[in-house]
């Protein structure tokens, strides 16, 4: 069994073991994160998230609620009518983070819901019942959908459960059988989904453009890039191999899961004021297509801070997150833009102590993004076109040029 902990970090993977944390953390507080890795075969994209199992804290949810209804906040059709008494007297129980996956084979039954054959069939009472599917069963918890790229391809039913129950936080599922009512169900889910954009069918950006804008973040997984991080990797899966952890492994492990869980419990970061604007700002002047990719960031950033245990958001926090929250949102040249003035902001205003005294270059895109293909065009500082287009209609070799000015 592969510790999480020493799962090895290198350059090409360190963004997914930030962005599942962020995740599992957001997910603890009741506000969804979905993540998407993409990356070549064999580069641990599935790997590091499903060791998160390793490190899921606890939820407390009514007894036998295959829903995981809140006892505070009961949500499912059996317990959301029921007074704080009635509550009471069925008990509590707790279980780990659900942690719940979806295969190609799924029918939309088993992801949505279907009707309860065992209670249907049972000899001394029978009912019609619905029982509910990999979706609200996950409930306050995480769904992972490997190679997600090939589902929305082939499974598209499956896909717009998917978008339902991503498309607000909460979002809900919708459980239809006939002759039973249709029960509507909202569900607190964070969706976490990994492929390789150079198999078939290609990127899920060019297959299901509406699901990929679904996903806060998209971490590109790169390689190891040194000699040393390979060795490392090979020890590693020598060491661990078929395995118990140790004592001290699953001591280290129990730290890392209190730690985050006491992160999610005690933080209540905002974002300034200063730095909505500044996001708002960038909204505008690089025409960005989609609200969600400010919504993204805001939530990253709150929780990029909170996890480092700092009391006041920074526009470093911005700078880490806004690469994977644009990735799949913006060309390459305009994100390379954005950032850019995100560097120059950081540098001249002087806001970050902690940074204060870095150069811009030190803060550049990090290179698995520049291995993008990006456009050569050299930009310019002039004013963005007066009236706003797509990011989808510009021309191949369009690049939306910033408004310097307005930062």
Known sequence: ??????????????????????????????????????????????????????????????????????????HCPQHKNMTPEEIAALGTEQIPVPFLEISHSAKIG??????????????????????????????RGIVFVDEINRLADTSPEITDVLLDAMGTKPGR????????????????????????????????????RQLSDRFDLVIPMGRPTTPEEVVDILTTEEAKNDRELSEQE??????????????ALHSDLTMPDYLTTFLANLYINFNIESLRALEAIRQAAL??????????????????VLPLALYHRVSPATLTEIMNTVNNRMVGNGKEKENGKKSAQGRQLPPIFNNRKANK????????????RLLRDLPENGIIRKESESF
């Open 1 to 74: 069994m592969k510790n999480y902990l020493q799962l090895t970090r290198h350059t090409g993977n360190t963004a997914l073991f930030l962005a599942v944390e962020m995740s599992l953390v957001s997910t603890l507080q009741g506000r969804p994160l979905h993540i998407h890795a993409e990356g070549l075969r064999g580069t641990g994209k599935t790997t590091i998230m499903r060791s998160v199992t390793q490190i899921l804290p606890k939820i407390t949810r009514i007894k036998g609620c295959l829903y995981n209804c809140d006892p505070e906040r009961p």
């Open 110 to 139: 088993t992801v949505a819901g279907t009707i309860d054959l065992a209670k249907l069939t049972n000899p001394s009472r029978p009912e019609a019942a619905l029982l509910p599917g990999i979706i609200p069963q996950a409930h």
């Open 173 to 208: 599922v919708q459980i239809e059988e006939t002759g039973l009512p249709v029960v509507e169900v909202p569900v607190a889910v964070s969706v976490w989904a990994a492929s390789n954009p150079d198999e078939e069918p290609g990127p899920l950006a060019e297959i299901r």
């Open 250 to 263: 699953r001591s280290q492990l129990e730290q890392l899961r209190k730690n985050l869980e006491n992160i």
């Open 303 to 320: 929780l990029h801070c909170a996890l480092r245990k700092r009391s006041q958001v920074m526009i470093s926090d911005i700078m880490a």
């Open 377 to 388: 065009r050299q930009t310019s500082e002039d004013s963005p076109p007066e009236r706003a």
